[in-house]
T-cell receptor, first 110, second 111 residues
Framework: DAKTTQPTSMDCAEGRAANLPCNHSTISGNEYVYWYRQIHSQGPQYIIHGLKNNETNEMASLIITEDRKSSTLILPHATLRDTAVYYC???????????FGAGTTVTVRA | DAMVIQNPRYQVTQFGKPVTLSCSQT?????MYWYQQKSSQAPKLLFH???????NEADTPDNFQSRRPNTSFCFLDIRSPGLGDAAMYLCAVGGRGETQYFGPGTRLLVL
């Protein structure tokens, strides 16, 4: 019962912006979009989350479409250390659970 | 200033020999989670504690148990590890509906 669809993998060039898409066409009004990443052999790291407005923090920007059926995570200046699996997760407000899908393996190349 | 600490980072056990993994936090969150992540798969929630209230996922095997003696510590006990239990075990903390923060994980090897 995957709630999100992400590309299996993508490459991007060091120093360029990385745009990671996520489809969540069945999202409901009380569900947030969360992004985590997992660098090899480490625990998942929180990146950003949002409900319907675009969000930005020191790590990334999150752009959510007006109909909320898809979103894009933007890493503004990718570095080699951004190579990781990126997970887009839809989570019910006030819920405990994070349900991880397969994620996107992002490889940043010099 | 680690927020979620897991020890050990690597644990080797024998088939059928009980093993305990530990997690501690410096954030004082009331919810602590345990996830299992097998090789090349996504993390999967095993159970969580809301304060001392234990909440098991429906498909978590009985072989997995947990204890939370206080707010800061939570343990994962595997009563009789099988080869299929070899995985990374991840501890996370966070309030209900709040961001979850993960520890570095303990990689379990079953011989």
């Amino acid at each position: 019962d995957a709630k999100t669809t992400q590309p299996t993998s993508m490459d991007c060039a060091e120093g360029r912006a990385a745009n990671l898409p996520c489809n969540h066409s069945t999202i409901s009004g009380n569900e947030y979009v969360y992004w985590y990443r997992q660098i090899h052999s480490q625990g998942p790291q929180y990146i950003i989350h949002g409900l319907k407005n675009n969000e930005t923090n020191e790590m990334a920007s999150l752009i959510i479409t007006e109909d909320r059926k898809s979103s894009t995570l933007i890493l503004p200046h990718a570095t080699l250390r951004d190579t990781a699996v990126y997970y887009c997760i839809v989570r019910v407000r006030n819920d405990y659970k994070l349900s991880f899908g397969a994620g996107t393996t992002v490889t940043v190349r010099a | 200033d680690a927020m979620v600490i897991q020890n050990p980072r690597y644990q080797v056990t024998q088939f059928g020999k009980p093993v305990t993994l530990s997690c501690s936090q410096t954030l004082n969150h009331n919810v602590m989670y345990w996830y299992q992540q097998k090789s090349s798969q996504a993390p999967k929630l095993l159970f969580h504690y809301y304060d001392k209230d234990f909440n098991n996922e429906a498909d978590t095997p009985d072989n997995f148990q947990s204890r939370r003696p206080n707010t800061s510590f939570c343990f994962l006990d595997i009563r009789s590890p099988g080869l299929g239990d070899a995985a990374m075990y991840l501890c996370a903390v966070g309030g209900r509906g709040e961001t979850q923060y993960f520890g570095p994980g303990t990689r379990l090897l079953v011989l």
